[in-house]
Each structure stands twice: as structure tokens, then as C-alpha cells.
Nanobody, 122 residues
Framework: QLQLVESGGGLVQPGGSLRLSCAAS????????IGWFRQAPGKEREGVSC????????YTADSVKGRFTISRDSAKNTVYLQMNNLKPEDTAVYYC???????????????WGQGTQVTVSS
């Protein structure tokens, strides 16, 4: 059974850091582009950062450039999102998804995790 499981969310103060993990089971992440998305209450789901199957192609939203970094560990079949200098506006449910190509559009991804809550507040 193909499954993506996110972890690493939580409550953090502004300026703090979190590392989200997206672990895959039932398939090999190297065969897919992996995207991180987020959705805040009342807002549309937006692409945060994405990485190709080879790791050679990436996308990062302007709102998080210089603060968030996507990476993958093929041995662990896991993709990470390192989030530094977090701001209150980063508060959202974060999802990882697997698709055929790097894209910031949620509709291009086929498989989704259940999401993990990130709350940035003092």
C-alpha cells in the first residue's frame, strides 16, 4: 500500500526552527517528485518547496526562500523540509505529496500524506 507520512510539526516561537519529515512506504521516492504544501485556515493550499526524483530540480516559493530547504535521503526513503527563522504567517498544516514532475500546483500530485500542524506563536 502506497503511503506518505509526515512528522516533525509542532509549536515553535517566531525565529525558531523545525524539520519536517515525509516518509514513504510501498514505493520508492526516487521515482517521484516530492512536494511540500501548506494550507492555513480559510486559505488555498499552496506549494512551498518541491524536489525532483533525481534531486537535481527544485522549486521554492518566494515567501520561504532563504529560510526553508528541501532535501531527500534515498537510503531512508524520506524527504525533509528544514524550516528556519519561522514566522507567524508560516502557521499551517503542512502536507507532502508525490507526483511525476516538480510543480507548485497541488493538482499535479497523485499521492498525499495526512498533514502535520505547524504553529508559530509566542
Amino acid at each position: 500500500q502506497l503511503q506518505l507520512v509526515e512528522s516533525g510539526g509542532g509549536l515553535v516561537q517566531p525565529g525558531g526552527s523545525l524539520r519536517l519529515s515525509c516518509a514513504a512506504s510501498g514505493f520508492t521516492l526516487e521515482n517521484y517528485a516530492i512536494g511540500w504544501f501548506r494550507q492555513a485556515p480559510g486559505k488555498e493550499r499552496e506549494g512551498v518547496s518541491c524536489i525532483s526524483g533525481s534531486g537535481g530540480g527544485t522549486y521554492t516559493a518566494d515567501s520561504v526562500k532563504g529560510r526553508f530547504t528541501i532535501s531527500r535521503d534515498s537510503a531512508k526513503n524520506t524527504v525533509y523540509l528544514q524550516m528556519n527563522n519561522l514566522k507567524p504567517e508560516d502557521t499551517a498544516v503542512y502536507y507532502c505529496a508525490a507526483g511525476r514532475s516538480v510543480s507548485s500546483r497541488p493538482g499535479t500530485y497523485d499521492y498525499w500524506g495526512q498533514g502535520t500542524q505547524v504553529t508559530v506563536s509566542s
